[in-house]
């Protein structure tokens, strides 16, 4: 049965088939399942068996098509049976800010806040007003 499964560009998914008959009982396979991928940036890591694999997101958001084709027939002849993954990848969001503190440093006058709230580089010119003040014209 065909699935989806959404990826952010740092996740990965392990994908597990449990062949079946027909009528839903347990199935063999003659031989190891084939995985490939389709398209997309994708990449699979079948495990041992090739019952399971890994589906590991590429860098490229997008969708990606992993396929997966096994041996239905268990005599000489093939039968081939196959399953698709489509993979949706996005984008990692932020998790954390980052935030990190500098060295200690030394006040300066200039990092001493004024008398009336003002910020170095903001107080009145000697000509104009103060805060509060009107200035004389």
Do not use: F
Request: charged residues 25%; hydrophobic residues 30%; negative net charge.
């Amino acid at each position: 049965m065909p699935a989806n499964v959404n990826l952010t560009t740092e996740q990965k998914v392990k994908v597990t088939l449990a062949p079946v008959t027909s009528t839903g009982g347990p199935a063999t396979l003659d031989g190891e399942p084939k995985w490939t991928v389709e398209s997309g940036d994708c990449s699979v890591v079948p495990e041992e068996g090739g019952l399971s694999a890994y589906i590991l997101s590429g860098d490229e958001i997008g969708e990606s098509i992993v396929k997966v084709v096994a041996d239905a027939d268990l005599g000489e002849g093939e039968r081939h049976i196959e399953d698709l993954v489509t993979v949706n990848v996005t984008n990692a969001e932020a998790a954390a800010l980052g935030l990190t503190v500098g060295a200690v440093e030394q006040k300066t006058e200039d990092d001493e806040p004024h008398p009336d709230n003002t910020l170095p580089g903001d107080l009145p010119s000697k000509r104009g007003a103060g805060p509060g003040k009107k200035s004389k014209r």
